[in-house]
């Protein structure tokens, strides 16, 4: 059976001339031991006929598609690339994204000089027709001092098209993506490496994948509000109490709820929906009694304000100091990104 060095697995679904730009991407790379992946999870005809039409005569990208293997989405899809990658690395990709022409031998060769790392976080700019490599939205930095913190916190220290694993040790720890989720799955598969012990570093290497900042009518954040979503972000709560709790205790329950009011806030943005936000308060009870009463008396709250305070007002006053360190949070982060890339930009020339 023919092996490659490296294994890149990307879902696809609709969107050809993106797909194409991507693809194109990683067919420019000075790096040539690799395979790919590209499993789509039922694209339109279009999409199809472009992947057959440009990518038939090249033996290193494997075209499949996800069939009837339920349920739909791009986590299915990761799964299935995962359960074919013959190579020693691995590396996750979106379709509508752009890789540098030396994004693949950055990272091999950063991952073969250090044979005792897992995996290795890479720096990344932003794609939008050309390759920013100091965009606006940047990840990959080694500028949080407890990254497992900033995950539920929601202020994403890398993201999984960030990064390259070692095959076999994602197999060894059975890391997966979870295909009850219908949102945050990125955030949970970094979660989970994290909580498995998985050992990694920053590399000291140049931005090397570009993140898409054009709207996509597909995205996730799109179509979060739906109940599907809504029961989805229950379970995904859910797991981060249990999960983080059975690998630390108590130690990160101030950051789960932190967590749990970030979803709240995100999702009644534009009206409280009570029913969910007392689900939501159910949860946290469960593994946090009382931060979970904490919740349910800002629901109280939300109910005797909205009586005769407009609605923003209301929803704003029950949470003020969570929305103020959110802010805080949010600035403190870019200012942070923007004074690390000036030193590394400086450091080494770019």
């Given at each position: 059976m023919n092996t490659s060095v490296l294994s890149i697995v990307m879902p696809i679904f609709n969107h050809?001339?993106?797909?194409?730009?991507?693809?194109?991407?990683?067919?420019?790379?000075?790096?040539?031991?690799?395979?790919?992946?590209?499993?789509?999870?039922?694209?339109?005809?279009?999409t199809v006929a472009m992947l057959?039409?440009?990518?038939?005569?090249?033996?290193?990208?494997?075209?499949?598609?996800?069939?009837?293997?339920?349920?739909?989405?791009?986590?299915?899809?990761?799964?299935?690339?995962?359960?074919?990658?013959?190579?020693?690395?691995?590396?996750?990709?979106?379709?509508?994204?752009?890789?540098?022409?030396?994004?693949?031998?950055?990272?091999?060769?950063?991952?073969?000089?250090?044979?005792?790392?897992?995996?290795?976080?890479?720096?990344?700019g932003t794609y939008n027709g050309a390759f920013l490599p100091n965009g606006s939205e940047k990840y990959g930095y080694p500028?949080?001092?407890?990254?497992?913190?900033?995950?539920?916190?929601?202020?994403?220290?890398?993201?999984?098209?960030?990064?390259?694993?070692?095959?076999?040790?994602?197999?060894?720890?059975?890391?997966?993506?979870?295909?009850?989720?219908?949102?945050?799955?990125?955030?949970?598969?970094?979660?989970q490496a994290l909580l498995h012990g998985l050992c990694y570093e920053y590399a000291v290497a140049k931005p090397d994948y570009g993140y898409r900042t054009e709207g996509n009518a597909d995205s996730i954040s799109k179509k979060i509000q739906s109940e599907a979503h809504r029961k989805s972000i229950l379970y995904f709560l859910d797991k981060q109490y249990r999960e983080t709790q059975r690998v630390w205790g108590k130690k990160y329950d101030r950051d789960v709820y932190l967590c749990t009011l970030f979803l709240y806030s995100n999702l009644m943005a534009s009206k409280v929906d009570v029913s969910f936000a007392q689900q939501m308060a159910a949860v946290?009870?469960?593994?946090?009694?009382?931060?979970?009463?904490?919740?349910?008396y800002k629901i109280k709250w939300y109910l005797f304000f909205s009586r005769f305070l407009p609605e923003k007002l209301s929803?704003?006053?029950?949470?003020?100091?969570?929305?103020?360190?959110?802010?805080?949070?949010?600035r403190r982060t870019t200012y942070l990104l923007s004074k690390f890339w000036q030193k590394y930009a400086v450091a080494n020339n770019i």
């Open positions: 050809p001339d993106w797909v194409k730009v991507m693809v194109d991407s990683i067919r420019a790379n000075d790096f040539e031991d690799w395979e790919l992946w590209a499993v789509d999870d039922g694209s339109d005809v279009e057959e039409r440009e990518f038939s005569d090249e033996p290193r990208i494997h075209y499949i598609s996800r069939g009837n293997r339920l349920p739909k989405g791009a986590q299915t899809c990761r799964n299935m690339g995962m359960e074919k990658a013959k190579g020693e690395y691995i590396i996750f990709f979106d379709s509508d994204d752009y890789v540098a022409p030396y994004c693949l031998r950055q990272r091999v060769e950063n991952m073969r000089r250090h044979p005792d790392l897992d995996f290795m976080v890479f720096p990344s500028v949080y001092k407890d990254d497992f913190k900033a995950f539920l916190h929601r202020t994403l220290p890398f993201i999984v098209w960030t990064n390259i694993y070692r095959t076999e040790v994602l197999r060894k720890h059975q890391l997966m993506w979870d295909t009850h989720l219908r949102s945050y799955q990125d955030s949970d598969f970094n979660i946290v009870m469960k593994y946090d009694s009382i931060r979970g009463k904490q919740l349910l929803r704003q006053l029950i949470m003020p100091f969570y929305l103020i360190r959110k802010r805080w949070t949010e």
